[in-house]
């Protein structure tokens, strides 16, 4: 199993954006689909964005994330990126990556995940 630590997270006001960093290690991003999920308290892991391991294909789990959130994956850095713009209290959540297949199958340990804190 690969190895990730996520950081870029914080506590910042609504409309502010902030880059959140996925950096891998045991694995090669490149090889995976990967993705970045979050969690709320009291709420079940969801998917927030998910790029193919070419880049080509990339998926958004709602509109209001598509207009706002960009994924990239720097391959060279094995690091997986989320910027957010205009985040809204609603964005407030720890926040994962990891690989994303529809067996559901990870193929990296989860990190400790970056803690995103959007005050209104």
């Known amino acids: 199993q690969g190895q990730l630590d996520e950081s870029g997270g914080g506590l910042v006001q609504a409309g502010s954006s902030l880059r959140l960093s996925c950096a891998a290690s045991?694995?090669?991003?490149?090889?995976?689909?990967m993705a970045w999920y979050r969690q709320a308290p009291g709420k079940e892991r969801e998917i927030v964005a998910s790029?193919?391991?070419?880049?080509?294909?990339?998926?958004y789990a709602t509109y209001s994330v598509k207009h706002r959130f960009t994924i990239i994956r720097d391959n060279a850095k094995n690091t997986l990126y989320l910027q957010m713009n205009s985040l809204e209290p609603e964005d407030t959540a720890m926040y994962y990556c990891?690989?994303?297949?529809?067996?559901?199958?990870?193929?990296?340990?989860w990190g400790p995940g970056t803690q995103v804190t959007v005050s209104s």
């Open positions: 790029i193919s391991w070419s880049g080509a294909n990339i998926n």
């Open positions: 045991g694995r090669n991003i490149s090889d995976y689909n």
């Open positions: 990891n690989s994303v297949y529809p067996n559901g199958r990870y193929y990296f340990n």
